[in-house]
C-alpha cells in the first residue's frame, strides 16, 4: 500500500525534550520519596502526563489523595517548562527539520503526541506550520499503546491507516501504531524498538526516499 500520511511523535523525535521530562519526573519522584531508574523511564516515554505519575506511585508503593495527586502532576509541568524555557529550533532533533521540509507536499504530515504542551513547543522550534494536521494530548483521553492518538491523525489527514507511516521513539508509542495498523519506524535504539518495521538513530541522513526502500517489503 502506497505511503501517503506521515505522523510523528513529538518528544525524542522531533524534538530534543524526552531528557528534560526524565529530568522534571526524577525531581518529582525525588520529592515523593521515590527513586526510579533510566530503564523505568523507558516505560514513561509516550505516557501521559497522568498515566506516568500512577506507574511511578505504583513503583513507590504511594498513594496520593486527587488534590495531592494533580499539585504534584502540576509540579511536575511547572519544572518541565522551566527547563524547556529558552528552547529555539536549535532544540529540533538534528536533520528533522531537514526530512518534514523534504516531506512536505508528497505526504500529508500529522504531529500524534501524547503531550499537551505540544502546540506551544512546535512553535518554539518553528515546525508547527508544517503540519496539516495535529493531535496531541489535549485531544484524546487513552494513553498509548492505545491507537487512538494515531488513528485520530490519520482521520484527520484523512488517510487510512495502512497508508500511514508513524515516527516513534518510545515503546508505547511502536505499539500504538502497530495497534493502529500503521507501518512504524522507531527512532533509537533497534533492541528497545524491535517491534518497530525499521529503526534508524535519527533523521541525519534520512530522508522519504531512503523511507519508501527501508519500508518497501512491508
Ligand atoms: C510524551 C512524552 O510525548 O508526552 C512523555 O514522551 C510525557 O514523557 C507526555 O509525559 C505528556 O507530556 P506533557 O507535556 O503533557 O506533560
Ligand atoms: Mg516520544
Given at each position: 500500500m502506497a505511503i501517503r500520511g506521515l505522523i510523528f511523535d513529538l518528544d525524542g523525535v522531533l524534538v530534543d525534550s524526552a531528557r528534560y521530562h526524565f529530568e522534571a519526573w526524577k525531581k518529582l519522584a525525588a520529592s515523593l520519596g521515590i527513586d526510579f531508574t533510566l530503564e523505568q523511564n523507558e516505560e514513561l516515554k509516550?505516557?501521559?502526563?497522568?498515566?506516568?505519575?500512577?506507574?511511578?506511585?505504583?513503583?513507590?508503593?504511594l498513594e496520593l489523595s486527587d488534590q495531592a495527586f494533580s499539585d504534584a502532576m502540576e509540579r511536575k509541568n511547572t519544572w518541565y517548562l522551566e527547563l524547556i524555557q529558552g528552547m529555539s529550533p536549535k532544540e529540533?532533533?538534528?536533520?528533522?527539520?531537514a526530512f518534514i521540509e523534504?516531506?512536505?507536499?508528497?505526504?500529508?504530515?500529522?504531529?500524534?503526541?501524547?503531550?499537551?504542551?505540544?502546540?506551544?513547543?512546535?512553535?518554539?522550534?518553528?515546525?508547527?506550520?508544517?503540519?496539516d494536521a495535529l493531535v496531541d494530548g489535549n485531544d484524546t483521553n487513552r494513553s498509548k499503546p492505545d491507537p487512538q492518538v494515531f488513528q485520530l491523525a490519520a482521520?484527520?489527514?484523512?488517510?487510512?491507516?495502512?497508508?500511514?507511516?508513524?515516527?516513534?521513539?518510545?515503546?508505547?508509542?511502536?505499539?500504538?501504531?502497530?495497534?493502529?495498523?500503521?507501518?512504524?519506524?522507531?527512532?533509537?535504539?533497534?533492541?528497545?524498538?524491535?517491534?518497530?518495521?525499521?529503526?534508524?538513530d535519527g533523521f541525519s541522513g534520512f530522508g522519504p526516499k531512503e523511507m519508501e526502500r527501508r519500508l518497501m517489503a512491508v
Open positions: 509516550g505516557i501521559s502526563r497522568a498515566d506516568s505519575l500512577k506507574k511511578i506511585m505504583n513503583w513507590g508503593g529540533a532533533l538534528p536533520g528533522s527539520r523534504s516531506a512536505k507536499g508528497t505526504y500529508g504530515l500529522a504531529l500524534g503526541s501524547a503531550s499537551r504542551n505540544a502546540r506551544s513547543i512546535l512553535q518554539r522550534v518553528e515546525l508547527l506550520s508544517f503540519f482521520e484527520r489527514l484523512g488517510q487510512k491507516p495502512e497508508e500511514c507511516v508513524v515516527f516513534e521513539d518510545a515503546v508505547a508509542g511502536v505499539q500504538a501504531a502497530k495497534a493502529a495498523g500503521m507501518r512504524v519506524i522507531g527512532v533509537g535504539a533497534p533492541d528497545v524498538l524491535h517491534q518497530a518495521d525499521a529503526v534508524i
